[in-house]
């Protein structure tokens, strides 16, 4: 089982509002990933609840099947994490196979049919888009455009300074039209921007994100100078707090923190073992050692997680990743 399979099988176990609760902390693609495995759930084995579960088999009791009214239980936990109007696009695309409407569904959509659907677009247009995506989607979009595209598409998303709702809206109206169905208006302009564009980059693959920010240095040096400044690399993780890298530590796997270490420099290794109970860390080190050669991309994507990692709980407040060593009181 994959992880939207076993988090699939972990909200059919809980009632409609916990369901809900968990679900409105997700994501728009990791709900419709979950959604998705929930729809195609007919029956569940007592072997794939204790898989999935683990340390909850005792309260699944003698249950093997979770599959009974699955849709209209996906549709009340919907409504109520998302709303009527969000919702409603998810469950026909999940359910019945049909897309979403508007600009916001873009969310819901897979990466390259957004770039085949904008990449004969305005730049203006495309620039638009992206900036209105999460980080890793827009990544993963501008990952599908044709090359010359994607650098023009970053300096733009990197320059918008407000864009007038109205602007939005005709925008929207392009995509729902897309679509041929109704969507509610957008009502923030708030798009776009350095932090935005220096987030996209974040999310890539290393080799292209060096090759995109070479190629916007190349046109305008000053601004990705500027975006370069915001960005924040695996090495920037030494600049944590004895704190902020504790809590760090204990959401990482081992495994993940292994290969990640693996390409890092000698100032983030020490900064990390600095952290860990002495045992853990001669662990640690033991299975670097012990750890074969690994692909640059192992390295990179492990990288790439803990960063997310480390982003998500700055998001929540549980550190600080621009303190330099911030005191917390």
Known sequence: MNGAQRAAILLLTLGEQDAAEV??????????????AMAALTSVTREHVERALDKLNEDMGRQTSLGVGTEEYIRKILVNALGENKAGGLIDRILLGRSSKGLESLKWMESRAIAEMINQEHPQIIALVLAHLEPDQAAEVIGYLPPRVRSDALMRIATLDGVQPHALNELDEIMERQFSGNTKKLKSANVGGLKAAADILNAMEGSRETE??????SQDEALGGRIEDLMFVFEDLA???DRGMQV???EVPSAT??????????????????????????????????????????????????????RRLADAGQLNLSSGGEEYV
């Open 239 to 241: 600049d944590l707090d």
């Open 212 to 217: 995109l920010i070479s190629a916007i240095r």
């Open 248 to 250: 760090l530590l204990r």
């Open 257 to 310: 923190l292994t290969i990640a270490m693996k390409g890092a420099e000698p100032a983030i290794r020490e900064k990390i073992f600095a952290n860990m109970s002495k045992r853990a860390a001669d662990m640690l080190r033991d299975d670097l050692e012990v750890k074969g050669p690994v692909r640059l991309s192992e390295v990179d994507a492990a990288q790439k997680e803990v960063l997310t990692t480390a």
């Open 23 to 36: 679900l409105k902390h997700l994501s728009a693609r990791d709900v419709q990933a979950v959604g998705s």
